[in-house]
């Protein structure tokens, strides 16, 4: 089994900033990419940035320029800077995996999520 545990959420004013961090653990054989993902109250869950294991990184376009996601390949980990934070950015923030896993017989390859850390942004 595998499990990511997010943390850092937390209430911020409108122009801050917050770190996320998700961290993987269990039975992991490798993770190919991690990503953060969000969903705001009626809304759809929308990804926010993926980072591949070789260092690659992919944004939504309203994110750019002012979140920052990185790796730790060693470490299993992945964090997020948010800068420059906006009332709209209030959304349940989600981990998510690439990975291929063992059960000590077999190894699958699966998408795993975290439970999500709450981000609010409000004076």
């Known amino acids: 089994q595998v499990q990511l545990v997010e943390s850092g959420g937390g209430l911020v004013q409108p122009g801050g900033s917050l770190r996320l961090s998700c961290v993987a653990s269990g039975s992991i054989v490798s993770i190919y990419s991690m990503a953060w993902y969000r969903q705001a109250p009626g809304k759809e869950r929308e990804l926010v940035a993926t980072?591949?294991?070789?260092?690659?990184?992919n944004y939504a376009d309203s994110m750019k320029g002012r979140f920052t996601i990185s790796g730790d390949n060693a470490k299993n980990t992945v964090t997020l800077q948010m800068n420059g934070l906006k009332p709209e950015d209030t959304a349940m923030y989600y981990c998510?995996?690439?990975?291929?896993?063992?059960?000590?017989?077999?190894?699958?390859?699966?998408?795993?999520w975290g439970r999500g850390t709450q981000v609010t942004v409000s004076s």
């Open positions: 980072i591949t294991s070789g260092g690659s990184t």
């Open positions: 998510n995996a690439d990975i291929l896993a063992t059960d000590r017989i077999y190894r699958s390859r699966t998408n795993w």
